[in-house]
């Protein structure tokens, strides 16, 4: 399959048309049509619900499409990173859990952007699976996680801060008068905790090992949804301070009592080969730690 032809596929998926694909690239429909058919019998599937007004995409076709818009990025983010090797230069890709840590990476980053202007940065945020799951792919090359995480596949660098863990509560609640949460204060309220599997465990560990013991609401990956259902009424949700800003918005956070704190590191792929923006990042910081 040639990236040509994938580009071709892709711009038929996101128009909906051939008519409007072909104009796109500047192509026959004729011409597309045949490309898209001869796709469809290399790779032995159909990919597309011809119908009166509007082309759709079958399940293999989406699956393409997912898959395909990964491997243009990654062409792409290499290309760049080639041509730019006479400079430091090229793109820097970072994943990123919900944590103000990240702002210890963004001080060394907005001092690389500063002296190279040929370096771009770009982010992503997910929780440590998503980011995880974006490094084995090639997608990232960085990830930013708040522990705990399994990180033996990968090299790692704990970073010189650590995140407090406490509740996000709506401000008129019960517990927002508390300057301190202990695990029996929550016994009588809906709780939201984590999809991280490793980060609930520690949850639960923290709430006495049995969460049969509260009421599980549900769950989140990114805090900000989570918030606003929180604002909404009596529901709780274990967070990391910070995340959100409770200035002003109707919502209180608190932290909890043991105290419960996650360190922070950063883990790349082992044996990755990274551009030279790339190298220079994980030398300043490698320093700064």
Not at 3 to 24: G, H, M, P, Q
Not at 44 to 66: H, K, P
Not at 122 to 146: E, P, Q, R
Request: hydrophobic content about 40%.
């Amino acid at each position: 399959m040639e990236l040509r032809v994938l580009n071709y596929f892709l711009t038929v998926a996101r128009e909906k048309t051939i008519s409007k694909a072909a104009e796109v690239l500047h192509l026959s429909q004729p011409t597309l049509s045949k490309q898209l058919k001869d796709l469809e019998d290399e790779l032995g599937v159909q990919l597309f619900i011809r119908g009166n007004r509007e082309i759709s995409l079958t399940e293999d076709g989406v699956y393409l499409q997912n898959r395909g818009k990964e491997i243009l990025s990654l062409v792409d983010t290499t290309t760049s990173n080639l041509q730019k090797n006479e400079v430091i230069g090229g793109d820097i890709m970072i994943g990123s859990g919900e944590t103000q840590a990240f702002q210890f990476l963004s001080t060394i980053l907005n001092d690389l952007m500063s002296k190279h202007p040929d370096i771009n940065v770009h982010m992503y945020s997910g929780n440590a699976d998503d980011v995880k799951t974006k490094i084995d792919k090639g997608l990232l090359d960085f990830g930013l996680v708040i522990d705990p995480v399994e990180k033996q596949k990968y090299e790692y660098l704990p970073l010189p801060v650590s995140d407090r863990w406490g509740i996000l509560v709506n401000e008129k609640h019960e517990l927002a008068k508390n300057k301190l949460v202990i695990a029996s204060d929550l016994a009588a309220y809906p709780l939201l905790i984590s999809s991280q599997t490793l980060v609930n465990n520690q949850i639960s560990e923290w709430l006495g090992g049995n969460l049969n013991n509260f009421k599980i609401a549900g769950s989140y990956n990114l805090l900000y949804n989570a918030s606003l259902l929180v604002k909404e009424g009596s529901t709780v949700a274990f967070c990391i301070e910070g995340i959100i800003n409770t200035k002003d918005s109707g919502l209180a956070f608190i932290p909890l009592k043991p105290a419960l704190t996650s360190t922070i590191s950063i883990i790349w792929k082992k044996k990755q080969v990274f551009s030279n923006a790339g190298k220079l990042f994980l030398k300043e910081l490698t320093e700064a730690t």
